[in-house]
């Protein structure tokens, strides 16, 4: 089973305080925490919604549409309900790929996100683009008995079109239900170069 330190004191100051969804805030301990609403209507809405676009630079969403998307280099990550999108491929003009660090490891130790350096960065053929399944595809679990989704604790490094490399970790989800993620809580790094030692931010993402 993976497992992995999940920040849940973290989750309850920032859904404690109430940050305007897509603000960043400085906490306290110096970390940015932001906010993003990225329900789309609900699980179960009939009209169609754009996903949520999100910049690492900026720590902030991304007020464009799914069509503006598609040619936007604004953007590196997008959320929608259980989907999440990388800026590449299929999603996007640029070049945010995906490498997932666990597909060949069965046991991950608890603080792998942490330690992750330039030594564990792969070779640029490594990484996934979005195609038509995304390149962060397994960001979750899903138990056919229960019908409930679960943060599989898979982290992922990245890269980005301008050559940079960052890591990124779903680390816990609250409240899922049988057709969405509830809340969720990520960590990011965008190292320099190849260098994954850089400041960690993180965001509480409503998917729900």
Do not use: C
């Amino acid at each position: 089973m993976l497992r992995l330190k999940v920040a849940t004191m973290l989750v309850a100051v920032v859904l404690a305080t109430n940050p305007l969804f897509g603000q960043s805030v400085v906490l306290g301990n110096g970390n940015t925490e932001t906010v993003i609403d990225a329900t789309a209507g609900g699980a179960f809405s009939t009209e169609p919604h754009d996903y949520t676009y999100f910049s690492f630079t900026t720590g902030s969403t991304v007020e464009i549409t799914d069509t503006e998307a598609t040619e936007s280099t604004e953007w590196h990550i997008a959320f929608k309900r259980t989907e999440i999108k990388l800026n590449s491929g299929v999603s996007g003009p640029s070049e945010v790929k995906g490498f997932n660090i666990t597909s060949d490891t069965e046991i991950v130790p608890e603080d792998l996100f942490s330690t992750l350096s330039s030594l564990d960065v792969p070779s640029t053929d490594s990484f996934v683009k979005d195609e038509a399944a995304y390149a962060m595809k397994g960001w979750y679990s899903y138990d056919p008995v229960t019908h409930i989704i679960s943060a599989s604790k898979t982290p992922y490094i990245i890269t980005t079109s301008d050559g940079s490399y960052g890591k990124i970790i779903i680390d816990n989800l609250q409240e899922p239900g049988r057709s969405n993620a509830g809340v969720v809580s990520l960590r990011w790094v965008m190292g320099n170069g190849t260098d994954l030692n850089g400041e960690e931010k993180t965001a509480t993402i409503d998917l729900s």
